[in-house]
């Protein structure tokens, strides 16, 4: 797998720092005791963690020569894929950030 582009870089680097946003979210309520009941954890860390994988999907398929090697096992897939997880990256970081908010008011 070759890097191809510098959108790699900097996709490596939104990734990793919204990680470390979903990491920090979740310890600042763990410090500052603000868990009063673990429901709300049960489902923003999936969400962070699907936000997560896409984000890093589409800075795999956009910077690297990964889809060639679908190409050469017959199995197809557009061009246009990055675009695609890089929309369902952003949707599932609206909905965590609208759903850490409004569970957050709630409990």
Same mark, same amino acid.
């Given at each position: 797998?070759?890097?191809?582009?510098?959108?790699?870089?900097?996709?490596?680097?939104?990734?990793?720092?919204?990680?470390?946003?979903?990491?920090?979210?979740?310890?600042?309520?763990?410090?500052?005791?603000?868990?009063?009941?673990?429901?709300? /954890?049960?489902?923003?860390?999936?969400?962070?963690?699907?936000?997560?994988?896409?984000?890093?999907?589409?800075?795999?398929?956009?910077?690297?020569?990964?889809?060639? /090697?679908?190409?050469?096992?017959?199995?197809? /897939?557009?061009?246009?894929?990055?675009?695609?997880?890089?929309?369902?990256? +952003?949707?599932?970081?609206?909905?965590? +950030?609208?759903?850490?908010?409004?569970?957050s008011r709630i409990f």
């Open positions: 797998m070759k890097i191809t582009s510098i959108l790699f870089w900097g996709g490596m680097v939104t990734t990793i720092m919204l990680f470390a946003l979903f990491l920090g979210l979740i310890c600042q309520d763990i410090i500052y005791k603000r868990v009063h009941n673990g429901v709300k /954890y049960f489902f923003i860390i999936p969400i962070g963690i699907l936000c997560v994988m896409f984000f890093l999907l589409s800075t795999l398929v956009a910077g690297t020569d990964i889809l060639s /090697y679908f190409y050469q096992t017959n199995i197809y /897939y557009g061009s246009k894929l990055d675009i695609l997880f890089l929309v369902f990256a +952003i949707w599932s970081l609206w909905v965590a +950030i609208h759903y850490y908010g409004f569970i």
